[in-house]
């Protein structure tokens, strides 16, 4: 459901909406991650600069300094990676897509947040597992209280992949699988949006913890970029929560 904050259009999960910890959104194209936060009155939020690759690669966001460990500073170099997560308040968990599945996590019992960047590549390195996984060995986070957003991305109508991302879903043991249609032998129809889904359940995360977003980016030019409808133009639209 499309909201308005100070005239930023913005997408707003009912199921998070509970917390009044939480700052999240869905947002639209061509607004910046700097002027949503503006508008939900955010002072000095700690914004990390990040390069998606398509990965699993995952960063937990900290500012506490801790040696020999994998966690990333947010004032540190631009980080590679399509997972963040964190359980500190003022820094911003974040991604950008355009057809791409972005996925909000948060773990309300420990006050951990995560974003995530899921296309085709990262559904197949099953990205969101991996990310849960993680919480649940740094936080002892509970799938079972996990609440989860999948964002706006491309439809299985819309989304038409060829055989190598058939093979790469095969040997991830996605396939065969309801999210794959095939066209013809060599092209098929991919749902990216309910192979996630299929993998949060395989963590044993309730449906009723799991909102779907119905907004298709390459059926509404009016509110998304879409990289496949607007072939290959250059935009996206961001996705984000952080704990106040």
């Known amino acids: 459901m499309f909201l308005n904050i100070q005239t930023l259009p913005i997408i707003q999960v009912p199921l998070l909406q509970q917390y009044d910890w939480l700052v999240h959104g869905f947002g639209t ?13 955010v002072s ?19 500012t506490k300094e801790k040696v020999s460990s ?6 540190g170099p631009q980080l590679e990676g399509d997972a963040f997560v964190t359980d500190e ?3 911003v968990c974040w991604v950008r897509s355009a057809d791409c599945l972005p996925i909000l996590l948060v773990d309300p019992v420990h006050k951990v947040v995560g974003a995530i960047h899921s296309g085709w590549r990262g559904t197949a390195q099953k990205v969101v597992t991996e990310t849960i996984k993680v ?6 986070t509970d799938p079972v209280r996990l609440k989860v957003a999948l964002g706006p991305c491309i439809d299985g109508r819309n989304y038409r992949v060829k055989n190598d991302v ?4 095969r040997e991830a043991q996605l396939s065969p699988g309801p999210w794959l249609e095939e066209i013809d032998p060599n092209h098929w129809y991919l749902d990216i949006a309910h192979a996630n889904l299929h993998l949060l359940k395989t963590m044993g995360i309730p449906r009723e913890s799991i909102y779907l977003s119905l907004a298709c980016t390459a059926a509404d030019p009016n509110h998304f970029h879409s990289f496949r409808a607007e ?11 952080m704990i106040k």
């Open 29 to 41: 194209k061509d607004i910046s991650i700097e002027k949503y936060l503006s508008a939900f009155g």
């Open 166 to 169: 058939v093979i790469a879903f």
């Open 89 to 91: 308040p003022g820094i």
């Open 44 to 62: 000095n939020p700690k914004i990390p600069q990040t390069h998606q690759i398509h990965s699993k690669a995952l960063h937990l966001l900290t």
């Open 231 to 241: 072939k290959g133009k250059k935009g996206n639209q961001v996705s984000f929560v």
């Open 135 to 140: 919480m649940q060995r740094e936080w002892k």
């Open 70 to 75: 994998p966690w990333s500073t947010v004032s």
